[in-house]
Structures are given as structure tokens and as C-alpha cells.
């Protein structure tokens, strides 16, 4: 079950009218900071830019990034990938409308299959939530248990040990929006969620949203990050709080 599988999810969540304050706000928090983390890794590195865009969606960052002229020439290429056909057509027709198909490209790949890629980059990044999507392997929509505490999540696991393997040396990797947890977090996704017409499923129990449509997406504390990613040393990894009520945060990990 992948969610951008369905043509309505697409329209659901990529257009602006239907998305929350908060989700709008997030947005454009983790692009002011993404920003600053690009110009920081060029600056260490002294020359252009390897990037890959796990989960590129509608190629919001790279339209973004395509529009500041100071930030588009330190980039050598920009490489994203999706596991949704949907999100693949989309970025393509961008790619082409802004005719940069020189110096950027997408493909249809499952992010559990980084490796394949067989490339290294500068900088790996993974925005708007993106990554709290990941949900484990053998998740059971339909009979999951409430109040399972998430110890591990073997897929969010996998796909960032690869993707960490895949940074060039001095590179990052960057989680570009994650969801806290806490109480009023999970009202606002589950608020998100039914204004799209979904019917949610899980309850406080639960440290993440799922939905009856196949919608999941998780939220985390600093402790959980740790534990999923305990094979990145602590101190490469930072974490940037993207508002001042505790809905979402920034992590950026150092190689």
C-alpha cells in the first residue's frame, strides 16, 4: 500500500488550499533552514553540489531551489526519486517546463532501494514529513495494535542507514520536517486528516496518525530518532525546532 498511489491523496496534500496553517508553516520553516544547510555544506565542500531528494512528491524544494539563482549554482545535480508514478509525472513535467533536464532528474524507485542508486551525494534530503511516512514492513492497517510503543521501525531504519552510506564524506543528511509527539500535534494531524476526508484509525495511544485510506505517518521525540538511528554517533546529529509550539522539528546528521 503506497499512499501516493492514489491520484487523491496527490491532489489531497500537494494543494495548497486544502492544507492546514500549520502544515503551510512547516513548509516554508524547513525551507528557510534547508537554505542555510545548503550553503553551509558548499561552503565546507568549496565546490557544486551532489543532491538527492528522497520522496521528491511535486518537486516543491527543487522548484524553490531553481528560483534563487545564488542557491541553483551551487548545485551540480539534482536527483530525486519516488516510490509513487504520480509524483514521478509531476516532477518530470517540472523538470521539463523549467528546462533543466541537464542538471536534474527523477526516477521511480522505493526508497528501501537506496543502494541501487550506486551513487554518492553531498548532500541526501528528505522533506516535509517525508520520512515519518515510513511505516514498518509488516504493518497491519487493518489489526494493528494501539498503544505499541515503537521501540523499532525497521523500514524508517533501513532506508536511512542506506542513505546515510550514500553521503560523500563532510556530507549531510537531512530530515527536513518531522512531526513531534505530543497530544496537540496528534489533534492537528488527525484535524489535517479528516478536513481531507480521511477516516483515522489510530488514537493517543498511538505515536502515529493512520487512516482507513492507508495514510500513516509518525511522530517523534529526540529519543526515538536516536534509537532508530543508532548506528549514526549522537553527536552528528542536531535537531532544529521549526516553531515555537512543538509541532515540528529539522534533524540534520553529519557523516
Avoid at 498511489?5 to 528557510?32: C, I, R
Avoid at 489533534?187 to 493512520?210: L, R
Wanted: net charge negative; charged share 30%; hydrophobic share 35%.
Amino acid at each position: 500500500m503506497e499512499m501516493y498511489n492514489k491520484p487523491q491523496h496527490v491532489e489531497d496534500t500537494f494543494t495548497e488550499s486544502n492544507l492546514s496553517e500549520y502544515l503551510l508553516q512547516a513548509q516554508w520553516a524547513e525551507f528557510v533552514e534547508l537554505k542555510k544547510a545548503i550553503m553551509e555544506v558548499y561552503k565546507k565542500k568549496k565546490s557544486s553540489l551532489k543532491i538527492l531528494d528522497i520522496g521528491i512528491g511535486d518537486a516543491r524544494i527543487l522548484k524553490h531551489l531553481f528560483g534563487i539563482k545564488e542557491l541553483w549554482d551551487v548545485i551540480e545535480h539534482y536527483n530525486g526519486i519516488d516510490v509513487a508514478p504520480n509524483c514521478i509525472d509531476i516532477s518530470n513535467k517540472i523538470i521539463k517546463d523549467l528546462n533543466i533536464e541537464n542538471k536534474a532528474n527523477v526516477q521511480l524507485l522505493d526508497a528501501v532501494k537506496l543502494k541501487d542508486l550506486n551513487k554518492k551525494y553531498d548532500l541526501i534530503i528528505s522533506t516535509w514529513f517525508t520520512v515519518g511516512n515510513f511505516y514498518p514492513i509488516d504493518f497491519d492497517f487493518e489489526n494493528f495494535k494501539h498503544g505499541d510503543k515503537m521501540l523499532t521501525n525497521d523500514k524508517f531504519s533501513m532506508i536511512l542507514k542506506q542513505a546515510y552510506e550514500l553521503l560523500n564524506p563532510n556530507g549531510e543528511l537531512i530530515i527536513g520536517s518531522m512531526y513531534i509527539d505530543n497530544d496537540e500535534t496528534r489533534k492537528k494531524q488527525e484535524n489535517s486528516y479528516k478536513n481531507f476526508g480521511w477516516t483515522v484509525t489510530s488514537n493517543q495511544k498511538d505515536c502515529f496518525t493512520a487512516t482507513k485510506d492507508g495514510w500513516w505517518s509518525q511522530r517523534f521525540t529526540q529519543q526515538r530518532v536516536y534509537d532508530y538511528l543508532d548506528f549514526i554517533p549522537k553527536e552528528k546529529i542536531s535537531f532544529i525546532p521549526l516553531d515555537t509550539y512543538e509541532f515540528s522539528m529539522m534533524v540534520r546528521i553529519k557523516k
